[in-house]
């Protein structure tokens, strides 16, 4: 009888270390997938609008308690790429340029493993 019960648990230990490895690999390969490949570059792109929003504090009910949330101050620039307006939270860029200019920036393109555009955003 013991070596029966010895015998169950020992399958039932090598079983539960395939499912483990096999989960780990699921992830693995999940995160993986996941992953883009970045590509930069320098591009000239139109500031199609400013908004300048002052630092204010907004309240949140949490149970019974009023917390206070602090917001800074934004100084949005949103530039137009590829027919999609793209927006970069710089004073020093908000001060410097107008509505209608041509700024240069860099574009950061992410692609998948199949080379598909995922993920765009610009920086100054």
């Given at each position: 009888m013991d070596c029966v019960i010895v015998l169950l648990l020992g399958v039932i230990t090598v079983l539960f270390a395939v499912v483990a490895v096999w989960l780990m690999y699921v992830i693995v390969m999940a995160i993986y997938r996941k992953t883009l490949r970045y590509e930069t570059f320098y591009a000239?792109?139109?500031?199609?609008?400013?908004?300048?929003?002052?630092?204010?504090?907004?309240?949140?009910?949490?149970?019974?308690?009023?917390?206070?949330?602090?917001?800074?101050?934004?100084?949005?620039?949103?530039?137009?790429?590829?027919?999609?307006?793209?927006?970069?939270?710089?004073e020093e860029l908000y001060g410097r340029v107008n509505v209608g200019e041509i700024v240069r920036v860099k574009v950061h393109k992410g692609y998948n493993k199949r080379d598909e555009v995922k993920d765009v955003y610009l920086s100054v």
């Open positions: 000239n792109v139109p500031v199609c609008e400013k908004e300048y929003e002052k630092e204010h504090i907004t309240y949140v009910m949490t149970g019974k308690v009023m917390v206070p949330q602090f917001h800074d101050r934004k100084y949005n620039v949103y530039l137009m790429y590829e027919g999609k307006s793209h927006s970069i939270d710089s």
